[in-house]
């Protein structure tokens, strides 16, 4: 089995600042991908941003230039670094993690729990 653990979420001001972590661990053999998505209050979850192994990162166009995210293979852990923060970003955000739990396993998704990020004067 695989735990993530996410933390740093909270209420910042517009135009503020965020870094969001999530921590895996248990029976991992390798890490193939790590994913931060959002959902709002009566919306799709949605993706957010993706970062592989290999360091590839991929975001949404509505925060393009605003979020940053990275990965520590070695900590296991992927960080989310959210600027210029606005209403709309409001949302619990959820760590997903792609991982093979022995070697030749197939590619297995996990899930965390979620922190809420309330942008708000």
């Known amino acids: 089995q695989v735990q993530l653990v996410e933390s740093g979420g909270g209420l910042v001001q517009p135009g503020g600042s965020l870094r969001l972590s999530c921590a895996a661990s248990?029976?991992?053999?390798?890490?193939?991908?790590m994913r931060w998505y959002r959902q709002a209050p009566g919306k799709q979850r949605e993706l957010v941003a993706t970062v592989t192994s290999g360091g590839i990162s991929n975001y949404a166009d509505s925060v393009k230039g605003r979020f940053t995210i990275s990965m520590d293979n070695i900590k296991r852990t992927v960080y989310l670094q959210m600027s210029s923060l606005k209403p709309e970003d409001t949302a619990v955000y959820y760590c997903n993690v792609v991982v093979q739990t022995w070697s030749g396993a197939p590619m297995t998704t996990y899930w965390g729990q979620g922190t809420q990020v309330t942008v708000s004067s």
């Open positions: 248990g029976s991992i053999f390798s890490l193939n991908a």
